[in-house]
């Protein structure tokens, strides 16, 4: 059996980080996945998916997400009910992440960090992101100007006959 899923999209707004009675890092957001059609009306339509991170992740994203930032997200799809105040059951299916990729830089927000970063499995900011997937930037100048992939904080344009999947 397999419960596995990948998102890409756009924090609808800032990660609200929380702690268990016990301590432990909660923290949920939700993203905007684009559909890959448009609707009758020549409109994009998206979908909003609700993610939770548990303990350093949670801290992770806490600190380094914002609104409106790109974001990959790896995780499992979950599925738990509780009865309401009235009495009602109500269904909640969210994705628990145990990756979370910061596919934009952290300029615009006044961070500390330069370049987009990927954490997981509780894993904390490093230099060391080539073994995680993250940027090796080793050999290269970290001026903006001779940054190749910069994107001068304009959004790229992608349609999707260019991605691979």
Known sequence: ???????????TKDPELRYTPAGVAVTQFTIAVDRPFSSQGGEREADFIPVVTWRQLAETCANYLRKGRLTAVEGRIQVRNYDNNEGKRVYVTEVIADNVRFLES???SGGSRDDAGSYGGGSAPSSNQASRGGNNNSGYSRGPAADP?????????ISDDDLPF
């Open 1 to 11: 059996m397999l419960n596995r899923v990948i998102l890409i999209g756009r924090l």
């Open 106 to 108: 952290n300029r615009d």
């Open 149 to 157: 992939f910069s994107d001068d904080g304009k959004p790229i344009d």
